[in-house]
């Protein structure tokens, strides 16, 4: 009841505030991916997504939306690299299990089979008291920056009153003795939580597994597309839509580019199979009603895929009667650069009429890292509201009026 009764006390505050007075390490930046088929490819895909900017570029290619059955429901901004995490786990995608045994040879075929990667990942033995549930395995990954996976079995999930078998994105630890914490992603939610270690109800301890995820076979050359991004944007038939894309390294020789051609992005229709590397590209909107996203392929002169990338949000064409045009905003002022920057950042945006705008800066969890207000040239340093400086990771700059808004993604890459 101990546990309990402090898991409580701790959700009363803010979670940042808490961990500066107590023993925790943490991981940042790692995002949330919506639950799918699975709550062990679930996991498995916030940490595959965290480690793909980071010289993983093979891992994620394109962002997909899905009818979830078992909740009857959709899940939207879902990246490839969950559907393949599933398939590999033999994920029962009618309750969502996945058998311990399955996650770690998952893994490792989406990693190295799938994407020539070489990934190492161990599962724990099972965790119980007689050996502080695997503890040390957390700690030791957590303290390597490496999030893992924490799979629960009979553990007594307060909020729903019941208990559970789950897997969940770890991201860190805190010890507030005589108590241990696992922080972790809510996978329902994408709050970042601390959880007790075990629990204890009517006579039943819980127990759990760790399965790790360290990286290996790193490459530095990747891409980010930077336009279109926005679930805002809105083209006509035959209108030109500029797709603009970000480069890191030298190997890549040319691109294909794709265009999802159904609602949920299940299917994909070429653009062009041998598009030259100049970061940017005019394809002429199709005359289609779409809501669509934009894959990128990058290919070395062996024609080998180096990395790949795609639109986390959909965008619309219609037709030519729609009187809405381009972009939600066409007179007004909006450029983001260095997409990719490490030090500082420039926005430059002007209002299109009197209206007040503001400029807000999110992390790729949805949680708001700066506010900006006004108008004209703003050099941001990379420090949130409260002046502490951001984590590395992906972050979307979006220009807000009314119930409008347009939307640049960037890639915040330290060199310290």
Same mark, same amino acid.
């Given at each position: ?151 629960? %079995?009979?553990? +007594?999930?307060? =909020? $729903?009153? @019941?208990?559970?078998?789950?897997? /969940? ?85 040319? %691109?294909?580019? +794709?265009?999802? =051609? $159904?609602? @949920?992005?299940?299917?994909?229709? /070429? ?100 506010? /900006? ?44």
């Amino acid at each position: 009841m101990q546990i309990v009764v402090f898991i409580l006390t701790i959700h009363s505050v803010h979670l940042n505030e808490f961990l500066v007075a107590k023993d925790s390490v943490i991981v940042d930046s790692v995002p949330y991916v919506e639950w799918s088929y699975g709550s062990s490819p679930q996991a498995a895909a916030m940490i595959l997504s965290y480690w793909d900017p980071r010289s993983y570029g093979r891992l994620v290619d394109f962002y997909f939306d899905r009818w979830e059955p078992l909740y009857q429901e959709w899940r939207y901004n879902i990246p490839n690299v969950l559907r393949e995490l599933a398939l590999a786990m033999h994920t029962d995608t009618m309750t969502g299990g996945t058998y311990i045994s399955y996650i770690r040879s998952g893994i490792i075929y989406v990693t190295d089979t799938l994407n020539g990667y070489d990934f190492e990942s161990q599962t724990s033995p099972q965790g119980g008291s007689w050996n502080q549930w695997c503890f040390s395995w957390l700690k030791s990954e957590i303290d390597n920056d490496w999030p893992c996976i924490w799979s629960v %079995l009979n553990y +007594w999930h307060r =909020s $729903s009153r @019941d208990f559970i078998n789950t897997s /969940l994105c770890a991201i860190g630890y805190m010890i507030a003795l005589p108590d241990t914490f696992v922080i972790v992603i809510n996978p329902w939610n994408g709050q970042i939580e601390p959880w007790p270690l075990y629990t204890y109800h009517q006579g039943m301890y819980s127990r759990d597994y760790f399965t790790t995820v360290e990286p290996g076979g790193e490459i530095i050359d990747n891409i980010f597309l930077i336009h279109p991004t926005d679930s805002g944007f809105v083209f006509q038939y035959g209108d030109t839509i500029h797709i603009a894309w970000d480069i890191l390294g030298g190997a890549t020789n040319y %691109l294909e580019l +794709w265009y999802a =051609s $159904s609602y @949920d992005s299940s299917e994909w229709t /070429l653009i062009d199979a041998h598009a030259p590397n100049t970061g940017s590209y005019d394809w002429i909107a199709p005359e289609e009603s779409l809501r669509t996203r934009i894959n990128l392929k990058a290919f070395n002169v062996m024609n080998q895929l180096v990395c790949a990338d795609g639109s986390y949000y959909s965008f619309r064409i219609l037709p030519t009667s729609i009187s809405e045009r381009n972009i939600v905003y066409p007179n007004a002022i909006f450029n983001v650069y260095p997409t990719i920057f490490n030090k500082s950042l420039t926005i430059e945006f002007a209002p299109s009429d009197l209206h007040p705008y503001s400029v807000t800066i999110y992390d790729i969890t949805g949680h708001v890292a700066k506010t /900006l207000k006004g108008s004209g040239l703003t050099i941001w340093d990379g420090l949130d509201d409260q002046g502490n400086r951001i984590h590395s990771g992906v972050y979307f700059v979006t220009l807000k009026h009314s119930d409008k808004s347009l939307t640049k993604k960037i890639i915040y890459l330290p060199s310290d």
